[in-house]
């Protein structure tokens, strides 16, 4: 099959690779129906090392199973499937918890980005779509495949931080994981919302997904915007979706003594402020990671068919799986926002 | 008046100091019953500046109102009052949602080791005895005292930690503070308490305090030896008393995934891992602060008032005001937990 690879900074090629097959019984193999591009997958389009083997890449899916071994239950050839972009047995203690993303079973996809995936711990993993590929309109897939992690990462920020009615929310970063931040807040009655970008196209989808307010200027200006917009408290939550230490350092600029900074940007730091001046003087809370998305699958995906929400407006550009290199492009460029990949 | 000044590392004097006056109208003046060392207090007696002026010391105590500001309401001379660590008016936003020790008009105490001391912002600050001073046993004082700081700071640790039944807490420390995160974490309902400590006499107090397992290793040993005990998947809370960066360290060595980091033990670093390594990857929450101890002050204090609970056994020594020097010398070389002062 083809498949995308990553060989080097700004270097993906579409090749012939062989195909995904079953080689445990709780796997299957999913034909990819849409994938796409996320911005995580720009950090490693700027700074791996490059290699002659390459990197398959992609975590993010909606497909129809080919094929399943023969300890997968509850799943069947044909069946219309939404992958989170990390598979999981869902039965662990960690599991249940809802931290799937820690199951010791489980795992990052990362060979999204071609026509087909094998899928470890397909039962516990992948969320079958009510009605199947004939049921569903194909309108809707874009929103259907921001459940395998870009709008549920947002959504599990405003978990993680405690959105909730009443509540100043403070959105970092205008990519689409912030403006699922954004969608996500407002569902979860979020008053008041911030929006911290400079990208006039996507503060304007963000405007749309509910923020109330946007702040275009960046560092101590940009907290200090912040706190004059909140009345000089700062704000009751923030949500991170950036990952560069300057967005965690404007994080604890504008969040109010006693409030959460969630963090969903996968931090490109280890090290950073958390002592009296920063976090501990305040009493803040830091939380957040990556969005075990299954946990939250099932609930968000009523929302999704019946139209109430439609995250997949983050997607501003459809690209052919041999164009992928070109959506990387056109990502790491800003010009577009997600793409969408239709195999 | 008397009271103790620090003037360098080491060097504590008492000395002759102007008495306290009411100055403002919502001040008071309290008559110092009881007052005590802090651990937080060593950190300034092996690192302070030396200074000739001295700067007066301690900020918990428990005593009577001798005078009260023409503003000040529900309070009269002859109360027997508790006061919080932090004074605060206990009326605004961040007081209201139980963060006093961020309050605008606030501030630390930082003259408590004294016969008297001056009280900003009384009325939302200090906290009445029912009783009266001639109601309540002298012995419950030392109990009484631990509602000023320390016990409410470990209770603080084992709040913002989300302690419950059915968790495992592990506790950093065996000081006054993480004796008090033992006892606190009994109380809300852990099963298991894993004390973190090395001084014999200071874990079977934390044993009778309900700790469930005492582990004496430090750094990867001691992570090794948690894990073991939680088989494997570390601690759901992990309440950090201590303050040192190895002591966080330790904690996110021992907290399981999902799982939540509370600190206490004020931070002697600013920064810290907090990347995908140690926090993100398996979506720690790191929470905690100088404890709101007015938050819960009112809450906890009949579990005192009837026997409940007898926290003050965290004092294990008590001087008169001209020792205060020794009680100092006592903490700092670990021959004294904590000390009480009888001024």
Redesign the interface.
């Known amino acids: 099959m083809r498949a995308a690879l990553m060989h080097g900074p700004g270097d993906v090629r579409v090749q012939d690779v062989p195909d995904p097959e079953v080689q445990e019984p709780t796997d299957a193999v999913v034909r990819v129906v849409r994938a796409c591009v996320c911005g995580s997958d720009l950090h490693p389009y700027r700074s791996t090392e490059p290699s002659e083997q390459g990197q398959p890449m992609g975590h993010e899916f909606i497909g129809v199973v080919e094929e399943t071994g023969s300890a997968v239950t509850g799943l069947a050839a044909g069946d219309f499937v939404i992958s989170p972009f990390a598979f999981s047995d869902n039965t662990c203690?960690?599991c249940r918890?809802?931290?799937q993303?820690?199951c010791p079973r489980g795992g990052f996809f990362s060979a999204a980005q071609a026509e087909a995936v094998r899928v470890p711990q397909a039962a516990g993993t992948l969320v079958k779509v009510p009605g199947g590929l004939a049921g569903v309109d194909e309108a809707l897939y874009p929103s259907l495949l921001t459940l395998s992690d870009v709008y549920l990462t947002g959504y599990h920020a405003a978990v993680?931080g405690g959105v909730q009615a009443g509540r100043t929310v403070t959105v970092i970063g205008d990519g689409a994981v912030g403006l699922s931040a954004v969608l996500a807040a407002k569902q979860r009655g979020a008053e008041r919302i911030v929006l911290m970008g400079r990208h006039r196209a996507r503060t304007d989808l963000g405007r749309e997904f509910g923020a109330t307010d946007v702040v275009a200027e960046r560092g101590e200006e940009g907290v200090a915007k912040v706190l004059e917009l909140t009345g000089g408290?700062g704000s009751h939550v923030v949500l991170e979706a950036v990952g560069h230490r300057p967005a965690y350092e404007q994080a604890y600029g504008v969040v109010?003594?006693?409030g959460v900074i969630s963090?969903v940007g996968?931090?490109q730091?280890?090290?950073?402020?958390?002592?009296?001046?920063?976090?501990?003087?305040?009493?803040?809370?830091?939380?957040?990671?990556?969005a075990?998305v299954r946990a939250y699958l099932e609930q968000v995906l009523p929302d999704v068919l019946d139209g109430t929400i439609d995250p997949g407006r983050v997607f501003d550009r459809t690209v052919g799986l041999e164009e992928v290199p070109e959506a990387y492009r056109a990502m790491d460029a800003r010009e577009a926002l997600k793409v969408l990949v239709r195999p």
Chains 1, 2 share one sequence.
């Not at 730091?269 to 990556?290: D, M």
């Open positions: 203690d960690l918890d809802g931290f993303t820690a993680t408290q109010r003594a006693g963090r996968v931090p730091y280890e090290e950073a402020p958390i002592g009296f001046a920063s976090l501990f003087g305040k009493n803040i809370t830091l939380t957040g990671g990556p075990p």
